[in-house]
């Protein structure tokens, strides 16, 4: 070191030692009074540690939405905190709460969504998919959020159950929460009740785990049916998101467990108890005309299937487009690529594994062989359990572009409620060289499911 460097350095040395000495006789937290730059209104918080207070009834949003302000937006040698207490936070706004980093979130309560529709309807934030819309926008990087197992998000979904009356993807209905460009997080045993609609999405982004986590949709009014309980209450969607790993969860929902829409890779579904609903799915996709999107290296495994529709179902939009999304669309391009899907046990399943390429505008039938999208290299492998239909698989791809690479293997395990036998029926359609089965015969109906 120079001796002009030295020089320079001296008044730092200096002031710091004076500091060093005089904080023996003070604690940390009576310091931050002196430290305006680093201290929180609260005075003696921690300057990075929120603890957020609720609002009584009224809207607890903005309470919400300065905490993460304060203490979400952290480096990695300090990373900051955000308590929400055991209590009922009451939330009446939206609420965009994007860009965090290095931040734990503790929920010991609940945030539970008001029940104003048109406010919803007319406020509800741009998801970037499909049109759909969100109350909460959330999202950032290396975010470890904790509910441990009691902290819940209530979206007080029966209103919306009741108003939307069967109404498919209702516009403005708003999702539960987005999680938005978020990359290197762990969400780990929060609770999900009532989604006003889809539960979650998980939109550009990477390196996620979501663990523990249980979501129950359940409409306690009108009867449990394919179409109208519980409509739209997916338990998550992926869209634009890479190694996102959904591990230990619990879905009770009228709708899709968890579906894997455009752009998805490297998924993992794993140790996964599902209800009600309609299974796994993969996609919908190639809604977008013209569009090249994928679905890569999805792996679910050990899942099991309580009452529900199917184990797994495959979607794709027709290769005619007509009406624009969500409820319109087609021509989409791309593909489904290694997706594998094992070790299923099935318990009163009324259907096991299907594929359509028939998805079109509200339903519409016909033009299932005209999709360009192609599925390729599906494994499934290794169910058991119970089912109440006669058919195994229902495969119906599309000849502009069949399915390629399908494997449906040591599928013995299931046999039928009604006679104990083993579902003897595949039902394909443009399905090239199948592997572990053969086909007997085409499909008995055109299935639009959306
Ligand atoms: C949270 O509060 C509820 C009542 O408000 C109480 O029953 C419950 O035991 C509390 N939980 C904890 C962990 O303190
Ligand atoms: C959410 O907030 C971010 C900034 O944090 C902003 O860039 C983005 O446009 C906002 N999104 C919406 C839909 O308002
Ligand atoms: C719900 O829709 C059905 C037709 O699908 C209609 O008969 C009924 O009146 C509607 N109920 C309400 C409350 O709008
Ligand atoms: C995938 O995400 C997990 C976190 O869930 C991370 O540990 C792992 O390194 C990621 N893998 C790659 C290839 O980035
Ligand atoms: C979901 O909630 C309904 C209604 O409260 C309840 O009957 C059902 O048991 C719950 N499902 C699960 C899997 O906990
Ligand atoms: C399968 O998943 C269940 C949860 O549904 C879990 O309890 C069990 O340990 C898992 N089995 C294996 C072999 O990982
Ligand atoms: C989706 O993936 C395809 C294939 O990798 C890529 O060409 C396209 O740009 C991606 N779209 C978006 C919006 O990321
Ligand atoms: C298929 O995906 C799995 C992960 O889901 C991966 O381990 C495997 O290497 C992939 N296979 C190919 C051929 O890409
Ligand atoms: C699928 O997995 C294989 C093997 O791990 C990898 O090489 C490939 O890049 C993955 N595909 C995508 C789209 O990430
Ligand atoms: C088949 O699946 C069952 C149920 O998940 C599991 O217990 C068993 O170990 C699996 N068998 C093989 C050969 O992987
Ligand atoms: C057993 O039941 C299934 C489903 O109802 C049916 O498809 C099949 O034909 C039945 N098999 C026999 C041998 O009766
Ligand atoms: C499919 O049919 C062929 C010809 O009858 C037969 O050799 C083969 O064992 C069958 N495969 C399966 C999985 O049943």
């Known amino acids: 070191m120079s001796r002009v460097q030295y020089l320079l350095l001296l008044p730092v040395l200096l002031f710091a030692s004076f500091w060093i000495c005089k904080m023996k006789f003070l604690d940390a937290a009576a310091l931050l009074p002196v430290l ?10 921690r300057p990075n540690v929120c603890v957020v207070k609720a609002s009584g009834g009224n809207d607890s949003a903005p309470a919400i939405i300065d905490a993460f302000q304060r203490c979400g937006h952290n480096s990695g040698e300090n990373r900051g905190k955000v308590i929400f207490g055991n209590e009922t936070y009451h939330v009446k706004s939206i609420m965009n709460t994007t860009g965090l980093s290095n931040v734990d979130i503790e929920l010991h309560g609940t945030l539970l969504w008001d029940t104003n529709i048109p406010y ?8 970037g998919y499909q049109n759909q819309s969100s109350a909460w926008l959330f999202g950032g990087e290396n975010i470890r959020w904790d509910g441990f197992g009691v902290g819940t998000l209530d979206g007080n979904g029966q209103v919306w159950y009741d ?15 987005t999680i938005a460009g978020t990359k290197d997080s762990i969400f780990d045993s929060i ?20 663990e523990g986590i249980y979501v129950n949709s359940t409409d306690t009014k009108q009867q449990v049916g394919f179409d109208f309980s519980s409509l739209n209450t997916d338990g998550a969607d992926t869209v634009y998101a890479d190694n ?16 894997t829409k455009a752009n998805s890779t490297n998924i993992l579904i794993e140790d996964c108890d ?17 569009v090249f999107e994928i679905v890569e290296n999805v792996t679910a495994r ?9 184990g797994a179902y495959f979607k794709t939009w027709t290769g005619v487009s007509s009406g624009y999304p969500p409820n319109g669309g087609g021509g989409g391009l791309g593909y489904a690529a290694n997706v594998t899907l094992e070790d299923f046990v099935l318990k009163n399943a009324s ?4 594929v359509t390429q028939c998805t079109s505008y509200n339903s519409a039938s016909g033009n299932c062989d005209t999709s360009k999208f192609h599925i390729r290299d599906l494994t499934s492998r290794n169910w058991t359990g119970t089912t109440t239909s006669g058919v195994m698989a229902d495969v119906q791809c599309s000849a502009a572009s069949p399915c390629t690479g399908v494997v449906i293997d040591e599928m013995d395990g299931i046999v039928t409620t009604t006679n104990s036998t083993v579902p003897e029926i595949y039902l394909c359609d443009s399905v090239i060289d199948p592997t572990g089965f053969n086909c007997t015969g085409e499909p008995w109906e055109e299935n639009p499911r959306r």
Not at 191 to 210: A, E, G, K, P, Y
Not at 274 to 290: M, R, V
């Open 244 to 259: 996102i790993t959904f591990r230990g969860w619990t879905v009770d929902n009228g709708d899709d467990s968890i579906s």
């Open 351 to 354: 259907g096991i594994l299907a």
């Open 36 to 45: 305006p730059a680093f201290a929180s209104p609260a005075g003696l918080e």
């Open 274 to 290: 599902f209800y009600t609903g309609l299974g796994i799915a993969i996609g919908s996709i190639g809604q977008y005309d013209g």
């Open 191 to 210: 609770r999900f009740v009532q989604s006003q609609m889809w539960t979650m999405t998980i939109i550009h982004s990477q390196n996620i785990l979501l």
């Open 120 to 127: 919803w309807l007319n406020h509800s934030l741009p998801v």
């Open 163 to 177: 108003f939307i009356n069967g109404t498919n993807n209702y516009p403005g209905r708003p999702h539960q929460i």
């Open 302 to 310: 050990n899942i099991t299937i309580n009452n529900m529709r199917y």
